[in-house]
């Protein structure tokens, strides 16, 4: 008998019984970040000047973990962070849109 048709059938088995999970274990956790901002939450400060203080503020009333202010020549990184709030300005710091992520 040909050593193939003997080996194969044997890993296939191994392979599919390693695919399996057994029922008694606990679903992995995720490292994922729930999103808790809310940027509806401080929308009212559309137009005003964007300072350290109205930041940290701005963070704490929409719930956000972190919170950044992005002028228009600024260079972020676009990953997607749901607990982060972002206030966008004109070059004058002035807020023109405020978002989460």
């Known amino acids: 008998m040909h050593p193939?048709?003997?080996?194969?059938?044997?890993l296939l088995a191994l392979t599919i019984a390693g695919?399996?999970?057994?029922?008694?274990?606990?679903?992995?956790?995720?490292s994922a970040t729930?999103?808790?901002c809310d940027?509806?939450?401080v929308r009212?400060?559309?137009?005003?000047k964007a300072t350290p203080e109205l930041l940290d503020e701005a963070r704490v009333q929409s719930g956000a973990t972190t919170?950044?202010?992005?002028?228009?020549?600024?260079?972020v990184t676009l990953e997607y962070l749901g607990d982060r709030l972002t206030l966008y300005t004109d070059e004058a710091l002035i807020i023109?849109?405020?978002?989460?992520g």
């Not at 193939?4 to 044997?10: G, T």
């Open 4 to 10: 193939l048709k003997i080996v194969a059938p044997l």
């Open 19 to 30: 695919c399996q999970s057994s029922p008694d274990q606990p679903p992995k956790a995720t």
């Open 34 to 36: 729930p999103e808790r």
């Open 39 to 41: 940027a509806a939450a």
């Open 44 to 48: 009212q400060l559309t137009g005003q």
């Open 67 to 75: 919170a950044r202010i992005i002028r228009p020549a600024d260079v």
């Open 96 to 100: 023109q849109r405020i978002t989460c």
